[in-house]
């Protein structure tokens, strides 16, 4: 069965400290992987998908198909970062599955 | 290009009572996808029309059903409502020729008393 799983609710990091957010998945096939990020007041958005394999606002992302795992990093973290993030996987027709989301709270 | 248009933003409604949503996708995609994010939760895909079909379905019940119009814009309706439907409805667009990637409503949140 499809899954995607994001072991942490909440994560609280200072301004200029790494942040890891943690995605695991399981999928019977090749998915693609991606996050989207949700910002205060603001509507459910693509951060950055792993077929691209870009770095968006800092953020980078490799998709580990050993481990099934998708974490989200940035090397400093900012207080505009502080969001809800969603990791999600896609068949090919644009079905996604969405992990509960992680709210990351950027201190100053 | 105002992206995807949801109505109504709230409403409240008694169990037992039928609900319409709507969604309008972003200029020039032809599928959309609706999901019902409860409270604390990811959103949860309920189904995708394309070409005024529905072309893919999650693990809803039939009391859940939509519509596509000929102009790409789609309906959720639901029936017989129960406590449990309270929950944000997300409506994405997308292109089906295109990109892999969802473009979000704001939602239309949902209140059942």
């Known amino acids: 069965a499809q899954r995607v799983t994001q072991p942490e609710k909440l994560l609280s990091v200072f301004k200029g400290a790494p942040v890891e957010l943690k995605c695991n998945y399981s999928y019977s096939g ?3 992987l991606f996050w989207y990020v949700q910002y205060s007041r603001q509507r459910l958005q693509l951060l950055l998908r792993h077929i691209s394999r870009e770095s968006i606002k800092g953020f980078t992302a490799d998709l580990n198909k050993g481990e099934t795992s998708f974490h989200l990093k940035k090397p400093f973290a900012q207080e505009e970062d502080s969001a809800m993030y969603y990791c999600a996987l896609s068949n090919n027709f644009n079905k996604f599955y969405f992990g509960s989301g992680t709210k990351l709270n950027v201190k100053p | 290009d105002a992206g995807v ?4 933003t709230h409403l409240i409604k008694t169990r037992g009572q039928q ?3 709507r969604c309008s996708p972003k200029s ?6 609706w999901y019902q994010q409860a409270l604390g939760q990811g959103p949860q895909f309920i189904f995708q029309y394309y070409e005024e079909e529905e072309r893919q379905r999650g693990n809803f019940p039939d ?3 939509g ?15 129960l406590l449990g ?3 944000l409805y997300l409506c994405a667009s997308s292109l089906s020729s295109g990109a892999n990637v969802l473009t979000f409503g704001a939602g239309s949140r949902l209140t059942v008393l």
């Open chain 1, 30 to 32: 090749s998915p693609e």
């Open chain 2, 5 to 8: 248009t949801q109505s109504p």
């Open chain 2, 19 to 21: 609900v319409t949503l």
């Open chain 2, 28 to 33: 020039g995609h032809d599928t959309v996808s």
């Open chain 2, 63 to 65: 009391r859940f059903s």
């Open chain 2, 67 to 81: 519509h596509q119009f000929p102009n790409y814009s789609s309906e959720l309706n639901v029936n017989a409502l």
């Open chain 2, 85 to 87: 439907d309270s929950a």
